[in-house]
């Protein structure tokens, strides 16, 4: 998966609560178990104003102009603020890739549920976790103009706002070592190749008829 180390990225504010898994992805769209082509059908229900189906040009689509990622201001958008329990709902993994394949980097919102938290770090989609008066303010300074853009550290675990604010969050050790170096769970195995050709050699030797 792509590292994350820095990110100076636009803004889209998504000014709902309670944010579940079908609202992110609608259940008609899961037909596939690959990670890409989920991007055009984020928010589906919310974006377009016709009911969408597998295998439609989206391209042809009436948009819902008030919805904010149809919006000019916010095209090209690669971090999102949320709020309160983003994610809640049924735990299918195609919600954070809908979200990666859209174009989002990092997720911020006071809250997340348990598993599309724990979903977004296997791709590399950063969540993170700011107090709701901090979220209060993020949302009022990007929607009072366009161009709102954040900076995210993860080395150093800060958010940083244009007035210069500087928001620290917190990640274990462990994901952000595998987000710091693009690791998915495969990557972490092949980290110790060589350790596992030693053991299955060995084992070819102790146990031959096992690999007749």
Same mark, same amino acid.
């Given at each position: 998966m792509?590292? +994350?180390? &820095?990110?100076?990225?636009?803004?889209? *504010?998504l000014d709902r609560a309670n944010v579940d898994t079908d609202a992110i992805i609608p259940k008609q +769209?899961?037909?596939?178990?690959? /990670? #890409? $082509?989920?991007? *055009? =059908?984020? +928010?589906?229900?919310? /974006?377009?104003? !016709? @009911? $969408? %189906?597998? $295998?439609?040009d989206n391209s042809t689509r *009436?948009? =819902?102009t008030e919805f904010v990622l149809n919006q000019p201001r916010y095209q090209g958008a690669q971090i999102l603020l949320c709020r309160e329990n983003f994610g809640?709902?049924?735990?299918r993994e195609h919600a954070p890739w809908a979200l990666e394949d859209y174009g989002f980097?990092?997720?911020?919102?006071?809250s997340f549920a348990d598993i599309f938290f724990n979903n977004c770090f296997k791709i590399g989609l950063l969540p993170i976790v700011l107090p709701a008066e901090v979220m209060d303010r993020l949302f009022a300074q990007c929607e009072a103009g366009a161009g709102y853009r954040l900076t995210?550290?993860?080395?150093?675990q800060v958010v940083v706002a244009p007035d210069g604010q500087r928001y620290g969050f917190e990640i274990t050790a462990h994901r952000k070592h595998?987000?710091? =170096?693009?690791?998915? %769970?495969?990557?972490? &195995?092949? %980290? @110790?190749? !060589? %350790?596992? /050709? #030693?053991y299955e050699a060995t084992r070819r030797q102790q146990q031959p008829w096992l690999f007749a």
């Open positions: 792509k590292a +994350f180390q &820095t990110l100076d990225g636009l803004v889209c *504010p +769209f899961l037909k596939s178990i690959k /990670r #890409a $082509g989920f991007g *055009p =059908n984020l +928010f589906d229900e919310w /974006r377009y104003l !016709d @009911h $969408g %189906e597998p $295998g439609m *009436p948009l =819902n809640c709902g049924s735990s980097r990092a997720v911020l919102a006071p995210i550290d993860l080395a150093a595998c987000l710091l =170096n693009g690791l998915d %769970e495969i990557g972490l &195995t092949l %980290e @110790h190749a !060589d %350790e596992i /050709r #030693a």
